[in-house]
Structure formats: structure tokens, C-alpha cells
């Protein structure tokens, strides 16, 4: 499908125009952020409130932080590395050092260093061909009639090389595991407000992944399911909704005539606004375990079956079994600590914990969700131990349940940035 048709879809022109309200403010937006006080600016908390209200998709652009830094700073570095890695490709004879280089910058800036060095063993494996192979990405995701193959073995499309691309690119957006939670969301709101029924149009169905991160990233709900990117589809998948999801936001952008995204950067700062929201989504509780159901997609995608559910100790609803161990797996060690404190959410001290992780998908975050009875529970379902692990960040030995049957665990590329 190329650009024009995908543009005239009618579910894809209703979407548009919603965003465009977004965008513009004219759809109120009233989304709940919580943000963790640990990664934050030092002074976020005194000029925004670490938990909050944002009325307008512009609110959540104007609280933009990554590593302790706002948005102008973090842009100013990325514009440096577009430079660098725009004029590093040009001409008949590319300087491939400069070229890896730049690639590095990318990755460390964006990405946990265990997923920083997984990408760039890619990067060297291209050796002199890393030029040609990059180009060809940025062929593919520039078209109007991309051909969406190239990413099936040749390029790779993953929460590295997205930002890679972003930058490489003329009009093409940071796609990972937050903005496209983000934009999930923003398709579940949409489709809600229409009154639609059914599953999500295969022309909006953005897909999300859970990363290293507790919060929640998964936007299904009321009645819309949305796939995890890598699950099903790789590389390509994942540059086709990358893909898509530019078309549509600079559509929005140039509908909505918002001043604040209005210049050369405006679509940055909306993908910035969507990293944002994409943080941590609000809970969608879950009243009783559903029902099993016979499904012919894959296992990941499926609904899942009755029996991988547990009761909140201190809150309504239940939670996943199969989505924390999806969880523990992508931490990259094992097990979880069980990280019990009496803290509000946002100044929790450990959120790489299982409260944490539990206070996040629950209706009362502020409230410790950990017991004893929980813990016995969760070893009783036979994907957990009860053992001392070091605290990963105290170095102390302290209560973790461990995965059964877990050895060497693979670095994840589906979303580790979390940028």
C-alpha cells in the first residue's frame, strides 16, 4: 500500500483528523502521568509535580526529559549526530568510520548499554557494507511505495535503529516501545469514541513492547488487543508501523495548525510529546480473569488463557502471571527482588521491583502491594522460587522470586531504550 492509499483509508483520514484535535488541543487529552523520581530533572517535581494532569498532548511535550535532561538538550545532541551521520553518507565514497561512529552516539544515547552493545555488534558484523546497508533502510523508509522487504534479513528495524533511521531520514519518527504505547492508546481512544466494534483496523494497529521498564506499556483494552512488536513480523513489521505512524502524525501535524509543532522540528516534538505518554499508561483493571478462548494467531497475541491471573492483595482486579515473567525474562538476570516499601508510586526507591511492577498495573498505586501470602502465591503458580538475590541497586542480598528453568538470558532488542 503506498502512501496515498494508506492516507485514504477511512479509518486511517478518521484517525488523522482526531489527532489533529490532539495536537491542536481541541480534543482534550486529560492523560494521568506518574514519572519515577529517580530518572527525572531535579527539578521536575517543583515545576510540573512528578504526577499530574495533562490537559494537552502539548503539556506532555513541555515535560519531555530523558536521562535527567529536558528537551532542548537532548535535541541539541541528536541534531549533532544527524550531522555527523547525514554528511558521513554523502558521495560516491562514505566514511564508514564516521558512519559507526555515529551509529554509536545513537545507541548510547537511547539505549541500556547491554542493548547498546547488542546493536553495535550488529553494526560491525556490516563491516564496509554498514553504509550501503543504512542507505537501503533509508530508501525503503522514505518511499511512498516502500518496500517493507528490505528489513527482512538485509536491514534491521528494532529500539536501535529507529533512532538511527529518525535521524538519517527526512520525516520518519523515533518508533519504540513508548510511542508506540502512546499511539495504541491513542487508536483504543479513537475507536472508543466512535462507538467501533471489532479488532483494530490492521491499517491502525500499532504495535508496543513491555522493554526493561515496570510501567505499563500495553494499550489494550476495551475490547482492543494490539500486538507487541518482535513477537510476530520482525524487522519488517516493525518498520511498516514506523512507517505508518509518520505518515499519520504529520498528516495530524500540518491539519491541526498548532504553533507549537509548527516548524522543521514539529514532528519531533510530537513524537516527543508520545514518548511521554508512553511512560506509563493508566491501569486497565481487570474485574475477573477472562474466559479461554481457541485462537489461531500466536501465542503472544492470543487471549490468554484462565488460570494466569492473581488477585491484588490491596487493590481491585488481577494481574498477569504471564506478563511479569515476560517482564522478569526482559530484566536479563533471572529474578526480581521483592522491593516492598512504604512509598508513594512516583518516589518508590525501588522500581525495578516486584511492587513496583505491581503498583503500576493496580488501582491504588500508592499502597504496597507485596505480602507474604502474595509471594507464596505467586511460587504456587510453578514460574517462580523464593530466594535471596543481590539487590541491583544496593549490592545487599534481599527477598526475589527467581525464575524456574531460566538459564543464560539473551539481551533483548524489543524496546530496551527506554528513551
Known amino acids: 500500500m503506498n502512501k496515498s492509499q494508506y492516507l485514504g483509508q477511512t479509518e486511517v483520514a478518521g484517525f488523522i483528523d482526531y489527532m489533529a484535535g490532539v495536537i491542536n488541543g481541541s480534543k482534550a487529552l486529560d ?9 527525572a530533572p531535579a527539578d521536575f517535581d517543583e515545576k510540573f509535580g512528578l504526577a499530574n494532569i495533562a490537559g494537552r498532548l502539548k503539556d506532555l511535550f513541555e515535560r519531555y526529559w530523558w536521562r535527567r535532561a529536558y528537551y532542548g538538550t537532548n535535541e541539541a545532541l541528536l541534531q549533532a549526530v544527524q550531522q555527523q551521520l547525514r554528511v558521513s553518507l554523502e558521495g560516491e565514497v562514505q566514511d564508514v568510520a564516521r558512519v559507526r561512529d555515529a551509529v554509536a552516539a545513537t545507541m548510547h544515547w537511547g539505549l541500556s548499554p547491554r542493548a547498546a552493545a ?28 516502500p518496500d517493507f522487504s528490505v528489513f527482512n534479513g538485509r536491514v534491521r528495524m528494532n529500539a536501535g535503529y529507529t533512532k538511527v533511521f529518525s535521524l538519517l531520514c527526512d520525516g520518519i519518527i523515533i518508533y519504540d516501545s513508548r510511542v508506540g504505547a502512546a499511539l495504541g492508546w491513542l487508536v483504543r481512544r479513537f475507536l472508543a469514541s466512535t462507538g467501533f466494534v471489532g479488532r483494530v ?35 519488517e513489521a516493525w518498520a511498516r508501523v514506523n512507517v505508518y505512524a509518520s505518515w499519520i502524525l504529520e498528516a495530524a501535524r500540518i491539519k491541526s495548525g498548532a504553533h507549537w509543532c509548527a516548524d522543521g522540528n514539529g514532528l519531533r516534538r510530537i513524537e516527543a510529546a508520545l514518548f511521554m505518554l508512553g511512560y506509563g ?29 492473581l488477585p491484588f492483595h490491596y487493590a481491585n482486579g488481577y494481574f498477569d502471571v504471564d506478563e511479569l515473567v515476560n517482564w522478569v525474562e526482559s530484566l536479563g538476570r533471572g529474578f526480581v527482588i521483592v522491593g516492598g516499601r512504604n512509598a508513594t508510586f512516583e518516589k518508590h526507591q ?49 527477598g526475589s522470586l527467581v525464575l524456574r528453568g531460566v538459564g543464560q538470558i539473551a539481551p533483548s532488542d524489543d524496546g530496551v531504550r527506554s528513551r
Not at 31 to 39: D, E, I
Not at 227 to 232: A, E, N, P, T
Not at 288 to 302: G, T
Request: charged share 25%; proline share 9%.
Open 31 to 39: 492523560f494521568p502521568y506518574r514519572f519515577h523520581y529517580l530518572h
Open 118 to 145: 547488542y546493536n553495535m555488534a550488529w553494526a560491525d558484523e556490516q563491516g564496509f557494507g554498514l553504509p550501503a546497508v543504512l542507505l537501503a533502510g533509508k530508501h525503503a523508509l522514505e518511499s511512498e511505495n
Open 201 to 235: 483496523p490492521e491499517t491502525l494497529a500499532f504495535r508496543w513492547a513491555p522493554g526493561m521498564s515496570a510501567q505499563i506499556r500495553n494499550p489494550s483494552g476495551d475490547g482492543f488487543r494490539f500486538k507487541r512488536l518482535g513477537v510476530s513480523g520482525g524487522d
Open 281 to 309: 499508561l493508566p491501569p486497565s483493571v481487570i474485574v475477573q480473569p477472562p474466559e479461554p478462548v481457541l485462537s489461531q494467531e500466536p501465542k503472544e497475541d492470543a487471549v490468554a488463557a484462565a488460570g494466569n491471573y
Open 350 to 398: 525501588r522500581p525495578e521491583s516486584l511492587d513496583y511492577w505491581l503498583r503500576a498495573r493496580s488501582t491504588n498505586r500508592n499502597v504496597r502491594q507485596t505480602d507474604q501470602a502474595l509471594i507464596q502465591r505467586l511460587a504456587g503458580t510453578g514460574r517462580f522460587e523464593i530466594a535471596q538475590r543481590r539487590c541491583p541497586v544496593s549490592g545487599r542480598r534481599v
